[in-house]
């Protein structure tokens, strides 16, 4: 796998729907891109949680960056998320306008510039929508590079969450042969030979060979609809981009 990733970055994401793939066996579609998640997360509680779920830990490390503590980033990006649902900001998304992880980052710096005071006013008052996220594991994985900027940083966190929702698909895909594949594909490790990952497969080495070429243009795939829609045109900029930022740590 190319790139980076912040230390402990989990690759388990949930949900997809079952199909049959090149790879063989039961597989998993990218079942909802992020854009149909934006567009349905506008009258979409359910919706709404997963596109929380999914881009909350990018904006924490970017105000993590930007010098706040611990308790501050947790309580500035539950607040913002407090206030994207009460003020309807999913609303003012549309279509085609750009990037949508822009989108999110111009609004968290507009709601720290222009709201935060009053929302966390509001929400010791108790008349703001409540948001609770698990942030057990996000400190582990808060590990900027020196020279790293909180939008650098921003982007390189945006990257991880697309690289480890597509590994998860693949995980999908492959079943009991997914472990075997991602030592293959892993950057920065010493890799099995082909003959050892055929001994662990009970397959031949040119199996071994051919799963891992069809291996690589899957996750390519899974990349690419995981960042489809959610760019205006082409994503392959989007994507070259994020796979970039995976690298640019230090």
Not at 40 to 60: C, M, N, Q, S, V
């Amino acid at each position: 796998m190319p790139g980076r990733r912040p230390k402990g970055a989990s690759s388990e994401y949930d949900r997809g729907v079952t199909h049959e793939t090149s790879l063989g066996g039961a597989g998993s579609a990218f079942s909802e891109t992020l854009w149909s998640t934006v567009i349905r997360a506008k009258d979409d509680g359910a919706a709404l949680g997963r596109l929380i779920e999914r881009t909350w830990k990018p904006l924490y490390f970017y105000l993590r960056r930007k010098g706040r503590d611990v308790e501050a980033a947790k309580d500035q990006t539950q607040a913002f998320f407090s206030h994207l649902i009460e003020h309807r900001l999913m609303d003012r998304v549309v279509q085609g306008r750009g990037r949508f992880r822009g989108f999110l980052l111009a609004a968290l710096e507009h709601f720290l510039a222009n709201e935060y005071r009053s929302a966390t006013a509001k929400k010791r008052g108790g008349g703001m929508a409540r948001v609770t996220l698990d942030f057990s594991q996000a400190e582990a994985q808060y590990e900027p590079g020196l020279a790293e900027t909180p939008e650098s940083l921003y982007t390189r966190a945006w990257a991880v969450s697309v690289i480890d929702g597509a590994l998860h698909e693949l995980r999908h895909d492959l079943g009991d042969r997914f472990e075997a594949v991602r030592e293959q594909l892993a950057a920065g490790s010493v890799r099995p030979t082909y003959r050892e990952t055929a001994a662990k497969l009970g397959v031949t080495e040119f199996d071994v060979a051919n799963l891992l070429y069809k291996s690589r243009a899957r996750l390519g795939e899974l990349i690419v609809a995981r960042v489809r829609d959610t760019v205006e045109g082409d994503p392959g900029e989007e994507v070259s981009e994020l796979l970039r930022a995976l690298g640019r740590k230090s």
